[in-house]
């Protein structure tokens, strides 16, 4: 059985979006509430699996109540799905990075099910499993902690006190993050430091190409048309490893 915690303070809403989820299957509980207060209560005595978090309360903030989730050492990793009826206020980072997402309304039925459904698809047994072999990393932006798998990582790049890590699901900004503190914290055998402000995932790696500047190339990478540099100081390590990857010897 598997508890699902919907905060929508519009009743009809609320009782659309409950009947949708309990359509999905009988291993769903769903526990219904129009406030926050009433959110942490139900959180705290039950666990919830996943929250359906409406963000344009009319009276209280609903990502207010999810900053404070997070707080709470047991939902630190829990899914959070925002409901909203302004795409464009949707911050890119919830989408497909596994922590977050959102479903617009008016509610898409399949929609929502396939997302529940995928969600919770064998969270239990899996969950020992994405620990050892799909390592990821916390990172802190707008203010949340979003979870990005390693493996998804293409490249990191990092300007004076800006940290971007593009991944296969989009760019994700990071401010005050260091490029030595992110390369330790990523610490995988394909993603190496290719110039003082670039780290390159080796397997994405499609081209790497001269430019008219002598002290470094253009890097090039599958699924995004962002580059990277390549500085002279790490030429050989990066060649190196592209060459292997490239004739088999380092997947």
Known sequence: MYNILILEDDCIQLKTLSEIIKQSGEMYHVYETTNTTEAFKIAQQKMIDIFYV????KNESGLKFALEI???ERYKLNWIVFVTIYKEYMLSAFKKIHCYDYILKPYNKENIQRITKLLLSDSSEQATVTEISERFIIVPIKNIQVKIFVNEIIFVEV???TSIIHTVNGSFTIDYLSLKKLNSMIDDKNIFQSHR???VNIKYINKIEKTNNKVSCKIYFCNTDETALLGNNYKKCIMDKFNN?????DK
């Open 70 to 72: 997070r707080k709470i």
């Open 159 to 161: 300007f004076i006190r």
């Open 197 to 199: 402000s670039y780290l």
């Open 245 to 249: 990857a490239i004739g088999g010897g």
């Open 54 to 57: 409406d963000i344009n309360l």
